[in-house]
Each structure stands twice: as structure tokens, then as C-alpha cells.
């Protein structure tokens, strides 16, 4: 299995059930049907026919049938055993951030969303940006212009970056500087420090092509202006 399916399913993961572990994701998955799952991870549509709130299936809406299929065969390999609830309910305190808009409904974000492309793996540009699409737009935005409430910047800040520090931020979550960024440096060393040298290759190419303007955000000949 590639690494950037370990890293999905580890965003998977935490964004859907929080720290339970990959027994309950299995245990979630083996109450679901595949189109069941795939609805639930890429359109953002739970069973019952809500949207999903807080796990990013707008950034999980990029994923090939190819990878969404690894992933939901890997978490259907792993075993079942008795764990907590499996049935996510939002705390009260998540449930405000809900009602006040914080989190949007994913149906409504993905809707906004051009359809998804197969990327060229062969072609750095296209590669990273699935790579982007699908491990950044969580808390960098749809569009990669930043977090709404400004708690993550625009990635066209990797102009600041060399392709050494670049490599070095990923793998150790060290930013340029010696800087802790505290989530971000977390995240990149509990997902990205297990993206391969030429994935962060990829991503860098394609998040430097976009800060300068010559490449798309999002994939396709002529992409919607973003909202
Ligand atoms: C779980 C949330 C999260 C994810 C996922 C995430 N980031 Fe971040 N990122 C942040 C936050 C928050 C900041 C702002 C950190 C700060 O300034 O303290 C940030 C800052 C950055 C910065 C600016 C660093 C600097 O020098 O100040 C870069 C570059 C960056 N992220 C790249 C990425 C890339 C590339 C990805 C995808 C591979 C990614 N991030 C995914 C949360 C995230």
C-alpha cells in the first residue's frame, strides 16, 4: 500500500472518529457498503442522507476511485474488535461551532467543487497537486488561499521556501527559521514526514508553478473562479 494511502486513511481516520483507532474505522466499515462508504468519504453524505460536517470530504472528494478503493479495502482488512461508540455524535461544544456556521455542511463546500480529474503521475504539476487536493485543503481551504479565519495561510507562502527546507519541513515539521508551528508541525510529522522524497518532489513543483501563477489551483482547462 503507497504511503500517501496511510497518510488519507490517517486523515481519514482522526477527522471521522477522532482517536478511536483503526479497529472502530473498521468496525464503521463493515456497517457500511462500499457505495455506502464512498458516499460518506467523497460526496459527504452519511446513510441517513446528511451531510457530513467536520470530516473533510471536500478534500477527500479529489481521491481516485483507484486510492478511495485501497483505502476502503485496507480499512476492510484491518480487524474488527469490540471498541467505544461507534457512532459519532458531536459534542455540545462542536454542535455550536455547527449552528454558528463555523463548520459548513461538506455537501454545500463540495458542490462548489469542479469534478474531480485523474492526476499525471507522471507529470510533477498534476501529481502534486492531487497531492495538495487531497492532504492540504483541510486547513489551508478548498482553494489553497488559507483558512476563512486566517489560522492557516495561503501555500503560495512556499515561495519562501527552497526545495532542501521544503523537504526538511515536511519530514521533520521543522519550519523555515527553526519554527514550531505547533498543528502544522504535528501534522507533518504524523502524516507527511511518510510522503516518499518524490511525492514532496511533486508537491513542491506544483505548489511553486501556483504561487507564480502558471498552473491552476484546481485541475481541468479552465477552473471555476473560486467563491
Ligand atoms: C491539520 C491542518 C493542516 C494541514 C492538513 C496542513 N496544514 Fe499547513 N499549516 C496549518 C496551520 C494551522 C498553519 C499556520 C501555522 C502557524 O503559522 O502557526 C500552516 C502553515 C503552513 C505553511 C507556512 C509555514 C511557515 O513558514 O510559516 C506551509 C508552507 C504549509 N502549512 C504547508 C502545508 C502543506 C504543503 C500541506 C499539505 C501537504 C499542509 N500545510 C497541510 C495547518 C495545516
Known amino acids: ?9 490517517r486523515g481519514l ?16 466499515a463493515a456497517t457500511h457498503t462500499d ?19 467536520i470530516m473533510p470530504s471536500s478534500m477527500f472528494h479529489w481521491l481516485t476511485d483507484e486510492d478511495l478503493g485501497r483505502v476502503i479495502g485496507y480499512v476492510r482488512s484491518q480487524p474488527v474488535t ?21 463548520f459548513r455542511p461538506q ?3 463540495i458542490e462548489e467543487l469542479p469534478p474531480r480529474a485523474e492526476p499525471d503521475r507522471a507529470d510533477p504539476v498534476s501529481w502534486g497537486r492531487y497531492l495538495a487536493l487531497t492532504a492540504c485543503t483541510e486547513c489551508h ?20 521556501y527552497d526545495q532542501d527546507a ?25 502524516r507527511f514526514s511518510f510522503f516518499t522524497d518524490d511525492e514532496v518532489d511533486a508537491l513542491y513543483s506544483f505548489l511553486r508553478a501556483r504561487a507564480q501563477g502558471d498552473v491552476e489551483t484546481w485541475p481541468g482547462p479552465r477552473a471555476p473562479t473560486p467563491p
Do not use: C, W, Y
Request: glycine content about 12%; charged content about 20%; proline content about 3%.
Open 1 to 9: 500500500m503507497g504511503t500517501h494511502v496511510k497518510k488519507l486513511l
Open 13 to 28: 481516520g482522526i477527522a471521522l472518529i477522532g482517536l478511536m483507532g483503526l479497529a472502530v474505522l473498521a468496525l464503521a
Open 35 to 53: 457505495a455506502e462508504l464512498e458516499r460518506v468519504i467523497r460526496q459527504g453524505v452519511r446513510k441517513d442522507g446528511t451531510s457530513t460536517m
Open 82 to 102: 469490540d471498541g467505544p461508540e461507534t457512532d459519532v455524535r458531536l459534542r455540545p461544544v462542536a454542535r455550536l461551532f455547527v449552528l454558528s456556521g463555523v
Open 107 to 109: 455537501v454545500s463546500m
Open 141 to 160: 481551504g478548498n482553494d489553497l488561499t488559507g483558512a476563512e479565519d486566517g489560522s492557516s495561510p495561503d501555500l503560495a507562502q512556499v515561495l519562501a
Open 166 to 190: 521544503f523537504d526538511h519541513f515536511m519530514s521533520t515539521g521543522e519550519a523555515l527559521g527553526g519554527r514550531n508551528l505547533e498543528l502544522m508541525s504535528e501534522v507533518a510529522r504524523s
